[in-house]
């Protein structure tokens, strides 16, 4: 369960500022290993446990002409894998009444979850480890959009850093979890859309320079497709009914033929 509150308030009329906190304690039951047919408990893989996990942040806006710029910090604190800081800033220029550019800088946080951490499957199956860290991701964004009352187009370019990413690892006994994981991603996305009276089109293009590729430090890059592409096109035929049609491109997978 989760409860959490924030003020915001508006001290001039171009300037906001924003403090809140949450709590979020979290449960599970024993995790067991029975058999099917007799319905006994042959084993208990994790353990019944709880985690807790509080955030204090706060975050500050002030628009200025044609600038608008937030800064913000968040600081998260979780019993087991211990706490974090993560800033995020912002800037919007209006260039007119149909376009902007953005520059994002952000930074996200994701807790190891319970199997990562107490699970303990003997022989030499998997063991988890208690003492992980938070996977956190610093990202970069760089965007244009364009908008008008018909049509929406977005392009932007980005940079992420991943850090103690967790994963399953053998220490030459067993298959364990670990934070192994720290590597860079870039890219650029196109978004298009388009909304008529009876016609609404939607298109999407994405490039992963580091997909489809063999990479000790990122492995999960060889599941990822270099190029992906999605469109979709729904027509209102009459008060009632509607025609879609949609298709989408995956672009080859190391992993996959």
């Not at 500050?60 to 600038?67: A, D, N, V």
């Not at 190891?112 to 990202?139: C, R």
């Not at 997909?211 to 035929?237: C, E, H, M, R």
């Not at 009632?240 to 995956?250: E, I, M, P, Q, S």
Request: aromatic share 14%; hydrophobic share 35%; net charge negative.
């Amino acid at each position: 369960w989760r409860v959490g509150g924030q003020l915001v308030n508006n001290f001039e009329e171009n300037s906001q500022w924003l403090l809140g906190a949450d709590f979020e304690r979290r449960s599970t039951g024993d995790y067991k290993n029975s058999n099917v047919i007799t319905g006994v408990d042959r084993a208990i893989a994790m353990p019944k446990g709880e985690t807790q996990e509080y955030a204090l942040f706060g975050q500050w806006q002030q628009s200025w002409q044609s600038h608008k710029f937030i800064a913000g910090v968040r600081f998260v604190n979780n019993e087991k894998s211990g706490s974090n800081l993560l800033p995020r800033l912002n800037w919007v220029y209006t260039i007119d009444d149909f376009s902007s550019i953005k520059l994002l800088y952000s930074v996200g946080f994701n807790s190891p979850n319970f199997v990562q951490q107490e699970i303990h499957i003997p022989p030499n199956v998997i063991t988890g480890d208690p003492d992980l860290k938070a996977e956190t991701i610093d990202t970069i964004d760089f965007a244009y959009s364009f908008h008008d009352k018909k049509q929406l187009f977005i392009v932007n370019a980005y940079y992420l850093n991943a850090n103690d990413f967790i994963e399953r690892v053998s220490n030459g006994f067993e298959v364990v979890y670990a934070n192994k994981g720290h590597f860079t991603r870039y890219g650029l996305e196109l978004d298009y859309q388009y909304v008529s009276d009876s016609l609404r089109f939607i298109g999407n293009l994405a490039y992963q320079h580091q997909g489809n590729s063999i990479n000790d430090s990122d492995k999960a890059a060889q599941f990822v497709p270099k190029l992906s592409a999605s469109v979709g096109v729904s027509w209102q035929l009459s008060e009632h009914h509607f025609l879609g049609l949609n298709a989408k491109y995956r672009g080859s997978r190391t992993v996959v033929e």
